[in-house]
């Protein structure tokens, strides 16, 4: 999955709108090198979910994304994903050529967003997320890191269905850097396989994180290495999807770690 932010301030510094007027042309720009690189989704997020960011109105986060996606629908037979907690964003988006909403309140279950994807048809991305993106790195503490998000998701999972959205367009995430600390991102890493028993497909987004800076002690564009670490690491131990700024070096990755995975031993 390659990122696609329709903002000036995202973490990563790759905004479309940071010193530019043509957002759009820049979002078609970066698409067309993710879609060249490899990438199999493209995930568009018109407000930033960086820790502290502030929120903004659904008709501004509309004017970002729309023209975007609109575009990008036309140009590219790719799955599109809108990424938005908003209910009439994610309709807007859905109506515009999207088909997947990335929804990083996955686990606050708006009843209004989860009906707009079932009446669309279309797929949600379930995060685990303790508080906002403003509030959510304070006062961080769980007594039972994997348990507590397996259980968020697990009742985000039976909302979707009581609502009517089919199992098999539900995908989770449990939510690295979304409040949590750095060990807790490395614990996630460490026992990504015992959220297998949700049975649905599950997305990592760990890419240039600032977990990886704090162990590596980088900033936030020399933390290529680090992410590729977390991108095998997380695929041998069952990410389906993985969602990231650098697509071309990881996708190498993401086919190696795919070829050790389905090894099989030659015929002696």
Same mark, same amino acid.
């Given at each position: 999955?390659?990122?696609?932010?329709?903002?000036?301030?995202?973490?990563?510094?790759?905004?479309?709108?940071?010193?530019?007027?043509?957002?759009?042309?820049?979002?078609?720009?970066?698409?067309?090198?993710?879609?060249?690189?490899?990438?199999?989704?493209?995930?568009?997020?018109?407000?930033?979910?960086?820790?502290?960011?502030?929120?903004?109105?659904?008709?501004?986060?509309?004017?970002?994304?729309?023209?975007?996606?609109?575009?990008?629908?036309?140009?590219?037979?790719?799955?599109?994903?809108?990424?938005?907690?908003?209910?009439?964003?994610?309709?807007?988006?859905? =109506?515009?050529?999207?088909?997947?909403?990335? =929804?990083?309140?996955?686990?606050?279950?708006?009843?209004?967003?989860? #009906? %707009? %994807?079932?009446?669309?048809?279309?797929? +949600?991305?379930?995060?685990?997320?303790?508080?906002?993106?403003?509030?959510?790195?304070?006062?961080?503490?769980?007594?039972?890191?994997?348990?507590? %998000?397996?259980?968020?998701?697990?009742?985000?999972?039976?909302?979707?269905?009581?609502?009517?959205?089919?199992?098999?367009? +539900?995908?989770?995430?449990?939510?690295?850097?979304?409040?949590?600390?750095?060990?807790?991102?490395?614990?996630?890493?460490?026992?990504?396989?015992?959220?297998?028993?949700?049975?649905?497909?599950?997305?990592?987004?760990?890419?240039?994180?600032?977990?990886?800076?704090?162990?590596?002690?980088?900033?936030? =564009?020399?933390?290529?290495?680090?992410?590729?670490?977390?991108?095998?690491?997380?695929?041998? #131990?069952?990410?389906?999807?993985?969602?990231?700024?650098? %697509?071309?070096?990881?996708?190498?990755?993401?086919?190696?770690?795919?070829?050790?995975?389905?090894?099989?031993?030659?015929?002696?």
């Amino acid at each position: 999955m390659g990122i696609i932010n329709v903002t000036p301030d995202s973490f990563s510094q790759d905004g479309c709108l940071k010193n530019s007027r043509d957002f759009v042309k820049k979002a078609i720009a970066l698409a067309s090198r993710h879609v060249r690189e490899g990438a199999d989704i493209l995930d568009v997020g018109g407000e930033s979910s960086r820790p502290g960011a502030r929120r903004i109105s659904a008709q501004e986060e509309i004017d970002r994304v729309i023209p975007v996606i609109h575009h990008l629908s036309k140009r590219f037979f790719l799955p599109i994903s809108i990424d938005t907690y908003k209910a009439s964003v994610a309709h807007e988006a859905l =109506n515009a050529g999207a088909t997947i909403v990335n =929804n990083i309140r996955g686990t606050d279950g708006d009843e209004k967003l989860l #009906k %707009v %994807v079932k009446e669309l048809d279309a797929a +949600i991305i379930l995060m685990h997320i303790r508080g906002t993106p403003r509030t959510m790195q304070k006062n961080i503490y769980y007594k039972d890191l994997i348990g507590e %998000v397996v259980f968020s998701l697990q009742k985000s999972l039976e909302k979707c269905l009581e609502i009517g959205i089919k199992s098999d367009k +539900i995908i989770i995430d449990p939510g690295i850097g979304f409040g949590k600390s750095a060990d807790h991102n490395l614990e996630i890493l460490n026992r990504l396989d015992e959220l297998k028993l949700l049975h649905r497909p599950l997305m990592i987004g760990t890419s240039r994180k600032s977990f990886i800076g704090e162990v590596l002690d980088t900033d936030v =564009n020399q933390r290529l290495y680090g992410t590729l670490a977390t991108v095998c690491a997380s695929i041998l #131990k069952g990410a389906h999807i993985v969602r990231v700024h650098d %697509v071309k070096p990881t996708k190498e990755v993401a086919l190696m770690a795919d070829a050790i995975l389905h090894q099989s031993s030659a015929p002696e």
